[in-house]
């Protein structure tokens, strides 16, 4: 690491370092490398100091194309990483000022990282995602009355679809509440997300569950198949299963201070 560096934080582990690390490629196509202290392993990247200044890395976290990069080489290493070792994700552009920096945090929250290392061994984190199923809210409600305008008959129709619509999710959201319970009835922990805009889903659906579930390995197939069993079953909603993810959302100390 030169001097002109900063240190970018992915992951940490529990000793001794993971393997493959040296075929890893962080942020900017930096070389990833271990930092070593108090029984852990930081998985870490040199960056620019002018990358790290506050300002920069504010104006960058806005820019969109730098961010989509930056994620995508952060979550692959922090993915790598996790393939050979119990892994707590930290979440990205977490930056520090040199290595001795790094050894000292690893020592100030040794605790807490091998805590959640032991809440994590043995553990994937899975996504489940509901959607309110189409139910034809969006055809005519025949509520029109011969003789009145065409506009007035437009909203009307358009009045009778909202609030179609709206009781329909309603009750998905509650079926939603159900299946969550249900599943964290199979998890070690469960998280609820905000719903995603449909903007990022792709779809015009509401989304009515985001949540994620902390479920032991050897659970992973009975976990999948009452996920499937409940899509058949519940008729008001569309499951997906997504995973396995590096388990960002059990986390206990995904944001420590730099």
Known sequence: MTDDAA???????RGPEPGGLAALSGVAGAPVRAVAAAGLVAVVSSVSSAEADEQQLRQNLEDLDWLAATARAHDAVVGAVTRSATTVPVRIATIYHDDDRIREMLTEHQAAFSA???????RTEWGVKAFAASNGSDTSSGEAVSGESAGRAYLLRRRAQLRAREAAEHLAAGHADRVHAELGTLAVAARRHPPQHSRLTGTRASM???AAYLVDDTSADDFAATVKELDEQRALLDLHLTG???????SRIAEVSA
Not at 7 to 13: G, I
Not at 116 to 122: I, R
Request: hydrophobic share 50%.
């Open 244 to 250: 396995p993810w590096p388990p960002y959302s059990f």
């Open 208 to 210: 009515v569950l985001n």
């Open 116 to 122: 959640t290392v032991d809440l994590l061994t043995g």
């Open 7 to 13: 240190v970018w934080l992915y992951a940490v582990t």
